[in-house]
């Protein structure tokens, strides 16, 4: 299930890590309309792992080193989930939030969700697509104490790293998916470094191929691919 939020600014300039102000608004609108949902889904010290990813488009802006000039002071957030309760909690949380007509502040800025709408996604029956990112594919080697190792396309380990993203979702909901045969390679690649939370972390946007068993393709374009898919990495599109 697809949601698509839609806001407009009070100004034209927004700060350059957009991710951590739309993180912090999606959790707000989740503890607004349920506290004991909201610590399910979240927890300071013990981060939990999410079923859906998003990605962000901002019609004509201009990217500065520390700042983004939105030309139409407009941002358009679409989000994917593989879980449908996941989905409607997130839909109904939105929904109480618009219907408040507040405005959500930001440094130097606010921002207020004017327009918000579900869409049904199609499932995936092929073993091989083509696809697109819409949001960066951040692929981590994460171990508790040690410092993140990354991955970029192109990367000897690019595809051992992602699988290892992926079958961490897979053991955390309990899925079977066929892992094994999963091919991810890289056809046309650029490599961004994005800013989160005072880090910046490399990442890999353009084409990929994908090979492998229907339904884990299937749960890969809904719940997102790679590392901190939540956080509003890993969202594609499918387009051959």
């Given amino acids: 299930m697809n949601l698509e939020l839609r806001f407009s600014f009070e100004k034209e300039v ?14 707000h609108c989740i503890e607004v309309y349920d506290e004991e949902i909201y ?5 300071n010290d013990d981060p939990i792992m999410k079923d859906f990813t998003f990605s962000t488009y901002l019609p004509q802006a201009i990217f500065n080193k520390d700042s983004i000039v939105l030309n139409k002071k407009m941002m358009i957030i679409n989000i994917s989930n593989y879980n449908m309760r996941t989905a409607l909690i997130m839909y109904n949380a939105f929904i109480n939030y618009y219907r408040k007509k507040e405005v959500y502040k930001i440094k130097n800025n606010s921002f207020k969700l004017v327009n918000l709408y579900m869409r049904k996604t199609n499932d995936i029956r092929e073993d091989n697509i083509i696809i697109e990112m819409l949001s960066p ?5 994460h171990v508790k104490g040690q410092k993140d190792i990354y991955a970029i396309a192109g990367d000897k380990d690019f595809e051992k790293i992602v699988k290892e993203n992926i079958s961490s979702v897979l053991t955390k909901y309990k899925l079977n998916f066929n892992l094994e ?3 991810v390679i890289p056809l046309k690649n650029k490599i961004v470094n994005i800013k989160l939370y005072n880090s910046i972390r490399p990442g890999s946007l353009g084409k990929f191929q994908l090979k492998g068993d229907s339904e884990l393709l299937n749960f890969l374009y809904k719940s997102g691919i790679g590392s901190l898919r939540s956080s509003g990495f890993g969202h594609f ?3 051959g």
């Fill in 237 to 239: 599109k499918i387009i």
């Fill in 181 to 183: 045969t999963l091919k």
């Fill in 137 to 141: 594919l951040i692929a981590r080697h």
């Fill in 14 to 27: 927004i700060p350059i890590d957009y991710r951590s102000f739309m993180l912090s608004f999606i959790k």
């Fill in 39 to 43: 610590k399910e889904m979240y927890h």
